[in-house]
């Protein structure tokens, strides 16, 4: 069973306020995913790390910033949330070939 | 590139009906197969997977078989019951690439 949470699990919230997403887990996997799911249901990469200090961009171009300072911990960050950003965010962590999700935070911006 | 390419749904089925959900692929390498299932309100969870040719992934009553020949990897499942009502993924682990591909995701429907 893989251990890996994310709070909040529900946000609502208005435009313009700055919010922070978390993500942690307890594999001590290095490999750390973001992804943005719509209600199409399809998921989009936005941000992905491979360790410590290690943080890239998804496929899918993201206002949001992520960062990584200890290995168990990827929050993601939107420094001014829009209505655009309303979604479902599932975070991801990875080790071989296998990737564990969390629960996900569906965020709604009014 | 890679890529996945599944079956579009919605799909609704009676319970004990047998399922099928269609997953092809294109690969530059020799890639791993999974498929992941999400149910109302939660992450995805993986449901079976399967690393090389010929492999049957197995879990929970559903099967996948790795079918280089074919370059596909279908879910099957004999008997659904309500509870498998989910959205379901198809998706590939290729060597050397740290990104899985994903399907667009099926959601599957079963009514009493």
């Known amino acids: 069973e893989a251990d890996i949470y994310q709070t909040p699990r529900y946000l609502v919230i208005g435009t313009g306020k700055k919010i922070t997403l978390e993500c942690s887990q307890t594999m001590g996997h290095d490999k750390m995913y973001w992804y943005q799911q719509d209600p199409g249901m399809e998921l989009h990469l936005i941000h992905y790390?491979?360790?410590?200090?290690?943080?890239e961009k998804g496929d899918l171009s993201s206002e949001s910033t992520v960062s990584r300072i200890r290995t168990e911990h990827f929050p993601l960050t939107l420094e001014s949330a829009r209505p655009s950003h309303t979604s479902q965010y599932l975070c991801a962590s990875r080790v071989y070939n296998e990737q564990f999700f969390g629960p996900g935070t569906r965020l709604t911006v009014l | 590139g890679d890529s996945v390419t599944q079956m579009e749904g919605p799909v609704t089925l009676s319970e004990e009906a047998f399922l099928t959900i269609n997953c092809t692929y294109t690969?530059?390498?020799?890639?791993?197969l999974f498929w992941y299932v999400q149910y109302p309100g939660e992450g995805l969870q993986l449901l079976l997977k399967?690393?090389?040719?010929?492999d049957k992934g197995s879990n929970k009553g559903f099967e996948a078989t790795y079918r280089k020949e074919t370059t596909s990897f279908h879910l099957e499942k004999g008997s659904v019951q309500v509870s498998d009502s989910a959205v379901y993924f198809c998706a590939l682990a290729d060597f050397g690439n740290e990104k899985l591909t994903f399907g667009t995701g099926t959601r599957l429907t079963i009514i009493p």
């Open positions: 690969a530059t390498g020799y890639p791993s």
């Open positions: 399967a690393t090389k040719a010929d």
């Open positions: 790390s491979y360790g410590v200090n290690s943080t």
